[in-house]
Antibody, heavy 122, light 112 residues
Framework: EVQLVESGGGLVQPGGSLRLSCAAS????????MNWVRQAPGKGLEWVSY????????YYADSVKGRFTISRDNAKNSLYLQMNSLRAEDTAVYYC???????????????WGQGTTVTVSS | DIVMTQTPLSLSVTPGQPASISCKSS???????????LYWYLQKPGQPPQLLIY???NRFSGVPDRFSGSGSGTDFTLKISRVEAEDVGVYYC?????????FGQGTKVEIK
């Protein structure tokens, strides 16, 4: 079964740091680009960051650029999001999502984890 | 950033009746490669989003054929031919032609 499982969320004070993990199983993780998408309480979806399969290409939303770092370990089938200088507005459920395509189509984000909750509050 | 605007923001539908959601982008989503990078996701209550439609009109694996997507350029539509109880949730359109990838505000679909 194709699966993504996030972990590492929790309560952190403003200015603090947190590292999220996403464990992949059921597919060849090293062949896929990955994303982080977040959802603030009661709000819509916000794309956060993208990393290519080999880590050669990385993108960030302006709202997290310079504070968040995406990375992956293909040997461990894992995706990470290092979050520093956290702000109250970073409070959200963070989802990892697989980016998928074939020779003819770009499917977009076709597999999502259940999410991990990050709360930034004093 | 490309702004994605969905209408309506909420929809109450009688089971068996059709439903339609509009999504308009602030810029064309037609890429020079000929593809249009518009996607539809459904987030059921308490669940992560799930992919429904890719590249405007292609149903993802396992998506019932009562869901259809159409449109071009900046105007897109998701249609449900006959709404079922399991279709409740929030529907999002998303563009991935230009960074940052952006989502619409979401359309909440409820059953009457």
């Amino acid at each position: 079964e194709v699966q993504l499982v996030e972990s590492g969320g929790g309560l952190v004070q403003p200015g603090g740091s947190l590292r999220l993990s996403c464990a992949a199983s059921g597919f060849t993780f090293s062949s896929y680009s990955m994303n982080w998408v977040r959802q603030a309480p009661g709000k819509g979806l916000e794309w956060v960051s993208y990393i290519s399969s080999s880590s050669s290409t990385i993108y960030y939303a302006d709202s997290v650029k310079g504070r968040f770092t995406i990375s992956r370990d293909n040997a461990k089938n894992s995706l990470y999001l290092q979050m520093n200088s956290l702000r109250a507005e970073d409070t959200a459920v963070y989802y990892c999502a697989r980016d998928s395509n074939n020779w003819n189509y770009y499917y977009g984000m076709d597999v999502w984890g259940q999410g991990t909750t990050v709360t930034v509050s004093s | 950033d490309i702004v994605m605007t969905q209408t309506p923001l909420s929809l109450s539908v009688t089971p068996g009746q059709p439903a339609s959601i509009s999504c308009k982008s602030s810029q064309s989503l037609l890429h020079s490669d000929g593809k249009t990078y518009l996607y539809w996701y459904l987030q059921k209550p308490g669940q992560p989003p799930q992919l429904l439609i890719y590249e405007v009109s292609n149903r993802f694996s396992g998506v019932p054929d009562r869901f259809s997507g159409s449109g071009s350029g900046t105007d897109f539509t998701l249609k449900i031919s006959r709404v079922e109880a399991e279709d409740v949730g929030v529907y999002y359109c998303m563009q991935s032609i230009q960074l940052p990838w952006t989502f619409g505000q979401g359309t909440k679909v409820e059953i009457k």
